[in-house]
C-alpha cells in the first residue's frame, strides 16, 4: 500500500465511495407467543420437579419440551430485519414541510418511513406495525434511527476470538 499524502488526496473520490451510517433490529411478528412458551416453561419445570417421585401426567415432560421448541420456532421464524438509514436534520425538517397538517407523531412515522431501507414501507404501515407489534419492539426501530442518526460509527471486537494467554489455561 502507498503511503497518500494530503497534497495527493482525492476527497471527492473519497466521498464517492462514502455512505450514510445505517443500523438494523430485529422484531418478532409473534411475541404473543412468548405467553404460551412462558406457560409451556412452568409446566416443564414443574414435570422436572414431579418426576423425582414418580413419572408426569400429561405425556411426560418429552411432549411438553417439543411443544416448547416448536413454539420456539415458530416465534424465531416470524422475525423481521429492518434497517435503517440516517437522515440529517435538513431533511427531516424538509420532510415535515412536505407534509403540512400533521401532528409531531404523524411527521415522524413520514421520517421514519422514509429513512427505512428495509423492508420498504408507508407511514400508514409503520403506525399499524406500532399497533399491531407492541410499542417496545417498535420503540427499537425507533432507537436504531436515533443511533443511525446521532451515533459515531464504531464496530465492536468483543465476537472476535480472544487470543489465549498462559493466565486463562491456553498457551501463549
Not at 75 to 80: E, I, P, V
Request: with cysteine.
Amino acid at each position: 500500500m502507498s503511503d497518500v499524502t494530503p497534497q495527493d488526496f482525492d476527497l471527492e473520490a473519497w466521498l464517492d465511495d462514502a455512505d450514510r451510517p445505517e443500523r438494523a433490529v430485529t422484531v418478532y411478528r409473534k411475541a404473543g407467543l412468548i405467553a404460551e412458551m412462558d406457560i409451556l416453561a412452568q409446566k416443564i419445570q414443574n414435570a422436572d420437579e414431579e418426576e423425582v417421585d414418580g413419572p408426569p401426567m400429561g405425556g411426560g415432560v418429552g411432549k411438553l419440551r417439543g411443544d416448547y421448541a416448536k413454539l420456539a420456532q415458530q416465534f424465531h421464524d416470524s422475525a423481521l430485519t429492518v434497517r435503517v438509514q440516517s437522515r440529517t436534520m435538513k431533511e427531516r425538517l424538509e420532510l415535515e414541510k412536505a407534509n403540512p397538517g400533521l401532528d409531531s407523531e404523524g411527521i415522524g412515522f413520514v421520517v421514519l418511513a422514509d429513512a427505512i431501507k428495509s423492508p420498504k414501507a408507508s407511514a400508514a404501515q409503520l403506525e399499524k406495525m406500532k399497533t399491531v407489534i407492541g410499542e417496545a419492539q417498535f420503540r427499537l426501530i425507533i432507537r436504531a434511527f436515533n443511533s443511525a442518526c446521532d451515533d459515531l460509527p464504531e464496530v465492536s471486537a468483543d465476537f472476535l476470538p480472544k487470543p489465549s494467554t498462559r493466565g486463562d489455561g491456553g498457551e501463549s
